[in-house]
């Protein structure tokens, strides 16, 4: 097929126009490969098509970096939806030759990002990172490059607020709340048992009239005198109350 016309478009791009009629849009790296410009002969197209595709998914890979930093399994996984797996595989090698991608740079700007904007801990900014195909050795190291401190304030900052904003827990349910909450947001255990020890968190007594009251209102529509005081000791026991003060509003 010969080529009639070259026509320049946007991002190093060339409209080319075909003997038949046909046209076709050629990075203009394609052109200078396939020596287009001197012969204006396409003798194979599928490997001219082949090679743009590549470009394509270099370029598109380059756009989703300057977008926003990004893993090599989380560009592999975008390019592969749009284009085969030998383009990606090529045009991947290139992208990561070229430096543009760096898991050291994420990780830094992951964990950065984790510890001012999230609730996060320290195991789960390792488990989210190691999902994204991340060597669990470099992981370690930047997490570990966080003061102790910087973690603690954090688990302080949860369980303050916490415990300001109950308004239903029992003091051991609130504990246990809080150990239960912080553990799965992935904070070291020696580190969550060191903050809760500055706190005394104790029984509030509106909090106990207030569960009680609800569990009155239910109750009482089924059982009455000494049954309806049995259920509700077991209901506020079970919901961590302390004994002495749940007999002492049954009175």
Excluded: C, P
């Amino acid at each position: 097929m010969k080529i009639i016309k070259y026509t320049k478009l946007k991002n190093n791009k060339y409209k080319v126009l075909l003997d038949n009629s046909e046209e076709l849009t050629l990075y203009d790296d394609v052109i200078l490969n396939n020596d287009l410009l001197i012969n204006k002969e396409i003798k194979n197209i599928n490997n001219i098509l082949k090679e743009n595709s590549y470009y394509d998914a270099y370029f598109l890979g380059l756009k989703m970096l300057e977008k926003k930093l990004r893993t090599k399994k989380e560009l592999r996984d975008y390019l592969i939806k749009k284009y085969d797996k030998d383009i990606v595989d090529k045009a991947m090698e290139k992208i990561v030759e070229s430096g543009y991608l760096n898991d050291e740079l994420y990780v830094k700007s992951y964990i950065h990002d984790q510890i001012i904007l999230t609730n996060n801990g320290y195991y789960k900014i390792l488990r989210d990172l190691k999902n994204k195909d991340i060597n669990e050795e470099l992981i370690i190291n930047y997490l570990n490059e966080i003061e102790s401190s910087i973690w603690l304030d954090k688990i302080n900052k949860i369980v303050s607020k916490k415990i300001n904003n109950n308004s239903k827990y029992s003091a051991s349910y609130l504990k246990e709340k809080l150990l239960y909450d912080l553990s799965n947001l992935g904070y070291k255990k020696e580190d969550i048992y060191s903050v809760i020890s500055n706190y005394e968190i104790k029984d509030n007594n509106d909090i106990l009239q207030k569960t009680y009251n609800s569990l009155y209102f239910k109750l009482s529509k089924k059982y009455s005198g000494k049954e309806l005081n049995l259920q509700l000791l077991n209901k506020l026991m079970a919901k961590g109350f302390n004994y002495s003060e749940v007999k002492n509003i049954l009175k």
